[in-house]
T-cell receptor, first 110, second 114 residues
């Protein structure tokens, strides 16, 4: 059983489109996160939710909107995609200060 | 200000040699400290962590790290490198225990020379 799963694994789209990435965890954790890893491998937190409530909202364009329908799911919707949004997006969940990461979604904007 | 600094973006060691990856943090309060490994085209896997207690922590795959408060360091070591250790390694800290925000270093790419 995959602890933190993300779909899709790869996403190729045109500039200006709207896309979503889904994340699910079966660990029973209350807190979930989205991270962005750029082309230089730098990892930066975007959002975190605790039991469906937004806890962390870093300086992210408002084209990015997280949605947590329940504590096991945290989806990321991106409007009006730009070239600079190309990156790998990781979902994670945590318990007792330890975060567990999903396999990542590689987004390529053409 | 950078909360966590990894010295050396690339480190190469021979197979069987000692692996030493450096991590320093900047905080007046001892943070929680983590090392993660990322293999090519994969997610991040937790190697080890320090929260409280014993300052020498052992992780998976033969890695260990020692928290040294006086040096504000949490260097990662492995006595004998294996080809399978080739990967990107990230040091990370939690400074804000309220929101558990994890801040990553810039990563160190470890290459193993046969």
């Amino acid at each position: 059983d995959t602890a933190v799963s993300q779909t899709p694994k790869y996403l190729v789209t045109q500039m200006g489109n709207d896309k979503s990435i889904k994340c699910e965890q079966n660990l029973g954790h209350d807190t979930m996160y989205w991270y962005k890893q750029d082309s230089k491998k730098f990892l930066k937190i975007m959002f975190s939710y605790n039991n469906k409530e937004l806890i962390i909202n870093e300086t992210v364009p408002n084209r990015f909107s997280p949605k947590s329908p329940d504590k096991a799911h945290l989806n990321l919707h991106i409007n009006s995609l730009e070239l600079g949004d190309s990156a790998v997006y990781f979902c994670a969940s945590s318990q007792s200060y330890t975060q567990y990461f999903g396999p990542g979604t590689r987004l390529t904007v053409l | 200000a950078q909360s966590v600094t990894q010295l050396g973006s690339h480190v190469s060691v021979s197979e069987g040699a000692l692996v030493l990856l450096r991590c320093n943090y900047s905080s007046s309060v001892p943070p929680y400290l983590f090392w993660y490994v990322q293999y090519p085209n994969q997610g991040l896997q937790l190697l080890l962590k320090y929260t409280t207690g014993a300052t020498l922590v052992k992780g998976i795959n033969g890695f260990e790290a020692e928290f040294k408060k006086s040096e504000t360091s949490f260097h990662l070591t492995k006595p004998s490198a294996h080809m399978s250790d080739a990967a990107e390694y990230f040091c990370a800290v939690i400074l804000n225990f309220g929101n558990e925000k994890l801040t990553f270093g810039t990563g160190t790419r470890l290459t193993i020379i046969p």
